[in-house]
């Protein structure tokens, strides 16, 4: 029965990704734009003169790439090296390939939003439980309003007013990248402490900014959760206040946020374009906003299908493991 | 009980949801609360269990078992209470068990939190005895709840309620929303187990067919007040009160049918009751006493109370 459902999950997620992977070569081509002609006329327009070549010099690019070929044998090829993960040469900073640059941004996005996730899910779900918790101590009450306008500033602009306050006012912080400029990145503890100093003002801004939604959202659960019968009968089955509390209510109310955990770990690669732009930080959000500047073409495909296979595997990761915790999801039909 | 006293409050003032309740339960007894929606008799089993959430409170009454007032208990205290002397049986059209805990898991905690710690195989032979006792399969422990169909889950709230052999059951409308024939499976699951241990019930419900099979005594609530109590059999032959009389009157017959005779008018707002006797608007025999004092619950004929000033 297991091994059924397994096999009807992946095989749901090749679909998709072999779907993402299809649109993502048909829509730049549906434009109508033509990247080496752009490029080349840019360069020329730059060059001040028009250059006679042009046509000739389009013509070897166009061989070169295999844009000459027809669309459905190109489309081959593609899928072939999708399938290898393989995304050619970047346009923009040509000879490095898509795939080497990509890798080199994945650590830092992943080291910075896997851990900010986390660490929000983490802090604001125990929040949003303990206030909703008739047993919690009365002050935390005071905590709702202070995370709910956090949560209402979006964290580009909680990140310039902690960078100008931290970093420009006060000093305490370095303002801008992944680690300082001219050190020599390895795994040293004045690098990695070099680099924990730079993550600390983005991370900051994030985690501000996104544990009050997740304690706004476990917050509203529980309060669902808590005017349910088997918790009244579980309070009528004489059981200590902590157990009904975390057996009866947390345990319950945690359910929809693990989903939204599982999106949100699945989107981190896309998911902080503008922090990632903001601090300067060496991540795919940055790489993908001068791959858009820079109409690199083959580096946002790249991009794009990284994040739809990162989300495919989140989805596929939560579908596989929310049936142990939720029994009424069964592993038997879809 | 002695005077029990409910308000809830709310934005239009404090309601009375039960005021001065007094009845006493003897042991082995089972005892039936029937009333209209709204009339208090759930209140009446939350506030035995001291379950009235807030914005609901107990002001005042006295709840006696075995010579300990359980109003003046400490809080951990009456958690204590709770399923080890007094237990609650849901109602039956509710989610009761937590839909995500295996049915043993759910009994096993009550165990734990009461503090019998038990090893695991004392734990699953427990749950395997309690199980069989409501007349479910040993496989049931491993279940979840949704795996269950209603009686089943009803029973199985039965065998938690008993685990720990308590002294008192209060089953608020346990067989709602099954059907006739689950429900008197389960009817009878509780009969036995309650023989068994010797158990005082407490049937709150509005179905006078099962109360008429089930209890030996019988309370009728209106408007947050106990009007009547009386041996059953009493009840159907000669009811004390005016309302009572009205509401066995209103029951379909199989000598009279077609005809079908309500009780006229409405239930009055707990916030805004009638002066006098709460039922005055309601009642054919009023007289101008009935709008001005309340009447009391007394013993009108032996072991029959009720409040009306025309006994």
Same mark, same amino acid.
């Given at each position: ?47 001040? =003169? ?5 046509? +000739? ?154 544990? @009050? ?122 | ?30 005892? @039936? ?26 002001? +005042? ?56 710690? #038990? ?31 209603? @009686?089943?889950?009803? *029973? ?8 720990? *052999? ?50 030996? *005594? ?22 004390? =009160? ?42 054919? =025999? ?15 004929? #032996? +072991? ?8």
């Amino acid at each position: 029965m297991r091994a059924d459902y397994l096999a009807r999950r992946v095989g749901v997620f090749v679909l998709i990704v072999w779907l993402a992977a299809t649109l993502n070569f048909f829509l730049p081509r549906l434009s109508g734009q033509d990247p080496v002609r752009a490029t080349l006329l840019q360069q020329a327009s730059l060059g001040g =003169h028009v250059q006679t070549g042009l046509e +000739a010099m389009v013509k070897e690019y166009e061989r070169r790439f295999g844009l000459d070929r027809p669309l459905w044998k190109q489309y081959v090829t593609y899928l072939r090296d999708v399938s290898r993960f393989d995304f050619n040469y970047s346009i923009s900073s040509y000879p490095r390939t898509v795939n080497s640059i990509i890798a080199e941004a994945i650590p830092w996005t992943v080291g910075l939003l896997g851990i900010t996730t986390v660490l929000s899910f983490t802090i604001g779900t125990l929040l949003g439980a303990l206030l909703a918790w008739p047993g919690a101590p009365r002050w935390m009450r005071l905590l709702m309003p202070p995370l709910w306008a956090l949560h209402a500033i979006p964290f580009f602009l909680l990140g310039l007013i902690l960078m100008y306050l931290l970093a420009f006012r006060m000093q305490l912080l370095p303002m801008f990248g992944g680690y300082t400029a001219g050190a020599f990145p390895g795994l040293t503890l004045t690098f990695v402490g070099d680099v924990i100093a730079h993550s600390i003002l983005p991370a900051l801004s994030i985690v501000l900014v996104a544990t @009050g939604g997740w304690a706004l959202g476990m917050r509203g659960m529980m309060v669902t959760t808590q005017g349910e019968d088997y918790v009244t009968f579980a309070e009528a089955k004489g059981l200590r206040r902590l157990t009904i509390f975390l057996r009866y209510c947390v345990r319950n109310a945690i359910l929809p946020q693990t989903t939204a955990l599982a999106l949100a770990l699945g989107n981190i690669l896309s998911g902080a374009v503008l922090v990632e732009v903001i601090f300067g930080y060496p991540g795919v959000g940055t790489i993908l906003f001068h791959a858009i500047r820079e109409n690199d073409h083959f580096l946002i495909q790249g991009i794009v299908f990284t994040v739809i296979v990162a989300l495919g595997v989140a989805t596929l990761i939560l579908d596989v493991l929310y049936p142990l915790l939720d029994p009424r999801i069964s592993y038997r039909r879809t | 009980m002695r005077n029990l006293l409910v308000h809830y409050g709310t934005p239009l003032g404090a309601v009375t949801a039960a005021d001065s309740v007094s009845f006493s339960l003897r042991a082995g007894e089972r005892l @039936g609360v029937v009333g209209e929606s709204g009339s208090g008799k759930s209140t009446l089993a939350l506030a035995i269990l001291r379950m009235i959430k807030p914005p609901g409170r107990i002001d +005042a009454g006295e709840v006696w078992l075995d010579g300990v007032n359980l109003l003046a208990l400490s809080d951990e205290a009456m958690r204590q209470v709770r399923l080890a002397r007094i237990a609650l049986i849901p109602q039956g059209s509710m989610n009761s068990l937590n839909p995500v805990m295996r049915i043993k898991d759910q009994i096993a905690d009550a165990l734990r939190d009461h503090g019998l710690a #038990p090893s695991r195989r004392q734990v699953e032979e427990r749950v395997r005895e309690l199980l069989e006792s409501v007349g479910l399969r040993p496989e049931v422990a491993d279940m979840f709840p949704h795996e269950l169909s209603g @009686g089943m889950k009803q *029973r199985a709230c039965i065998a938690i309620a008993i685990s720990l *052999r308590p002294r008192v059951i209060i089953a608020d409308e346990p067989t709602s929303a099954l059907d006739v024939v689950v429900q008197k499976q389960v009817m009878e699951t509780l009969a036995r187990v309650q023989k068994d241990l010797g158990a005082s019930v407490i049937l709150v419900g509005h179905d006078m067919g099962l109360m008429a099979q089930f209890v030996d *005594r019988l309370g009728v609530m209106y408007a947050g007040r106990l009007i009547e109590v009386s041996p059953v059999r009493d009840i159907f032959t000669q009811p004390l =009160h005016p309302y009572t009389e009205m509401l066995i009157a209103s029951l379909p017959s199989l000598e009279q049918k077609g005809t079908f005779r309500g009780i006229p008018g409405l239930i009055p707002l707990l916030r805004d009751l009638p002066p006098g006797c709460a039922f005055h608007p309601r009642c054919p =025999h009023a007289v101008d006493r009935c709008r001005a004092e309340e009447p009391r619950l007394r013993e009108i004929r #032996p +072991a029959g109370w009720a409040a009306c000033h025309l006994r």
